[in-house]
Antibody
Framework: EVQLVESGGDLAQPGGSLRLSCSAS????????VHWVRQAPGKGLEYVSG????????YYTDSLKGRFTVSRDNSKNTLYLQMSSLRPEDTAVYYC?????????????WGQGTLVTVSS | EIVMTQSPATLSVSPGERATLSCRAS??????LAWYQQKPGQAPRLLIY???TRASGIPARFSGSGSGTEFTLTISSLQSEDFAVYYC??????????FGQGTKVDMK
């Protein structure tokens, strides 16, 4: 069974930093691109970032470029999202998601999410 | 960035009735379109991929159609467990991709 377990969500000050992690199991992590999707309270889904299966390709929604950095450690089956210069509008549940098949496809598995709150 | 627009924002339907949800892309995404269902307090669930293929375990009352810029999700006979928010998402070319703003299906 595929499992994606996010961690690292917390209360952060505006301008601060956080690192989210996503621990994956139940599939060959190194063979799939993985992504982050977020959802602000009461709002819709927003694509955040993605990384190719080998980690060489990273992608970000335009509004987040330069503040967030995605990475992965295939030896640890873990996806990361380094978030810096945090703003109140970054407050959201952050989901880790896996593609159904590798190669830029839809998302067939989602974690339960980790809550990031940015507030003074 | 491709903009995905869903309509209506809210759809009020009685159990057993048909529900039709629309999703429009600001430019062609070919057939690279997925639909997700999200219930309160839960992560989204994949319903449809490649515009019209049901994901594993999804009941046959869910169907998707369309290509290019116009897509439709149809629930043929709404069950109580289908009241939820539905999102479309394109995955054309490489990321970043975008989601629609969602359609909430509630009980009439």
């Amino acid at each position: 069974e595929v499992q994606l377990v996010e961690s690292g969500g917390d209360l952060a000050q505006p301008g601060g930093s956080l690192r989210l992690s996503c621990s994956a199991s139940g599939f060959t992590f190194s063979k799939y691109a993985v992504h982050w999707v977020r959802q602000a309270p009461g709002k819709g889904l927003e694509y955040v970032s993605g990384v190719s299966s080998d980690g060489t390709g990273t992608y970000y929604t335009d509004s987040l470029k330069g503040r967030f950095t995605v990475s992965r450690d295939n030896s640890k089956n873990t996806l990361y999202l380094q978030m810096s210069s945090l703003r109140p509008e970054d407050t959201a549940v952050y989901y880790c998601v896996k593609e159904r098949i590798n190669g830029w496809y839809d998302f067939d598995s989602w974690g339960q999410g980790t809550l990031v709150t940015v507030s003074s | 960035e491709i903009v995905m627009t869903q309509s209506p924002a809210t759809l009020s339907v009685s159990p057993g009735e048909r529900a039709t949800l629309s999703c429009r892309a600001s430019q062609s995404v070919r057939g690279h379109l997925a639909w997700y269902q999200q219930k309160p307090g839960q992560a989204p669930r994949l319903l449809i991929y490649d515009a019209s293929t049901r994901a594993s375990g999804i009941p046959a009352r869910f169907s998707g159609s369309g290509s290019g810029t116009e897509f439709t999700l149809t629930i043929s006979s709404l069950q109580s467990e289908d009241f939820a928010v539905y999102y479309c998402q394109h995955y054309d070319n490489r990321p970043p991709w975008t989601f629609g703003q969602g359609t909430k299906v509630d009980m009439k």
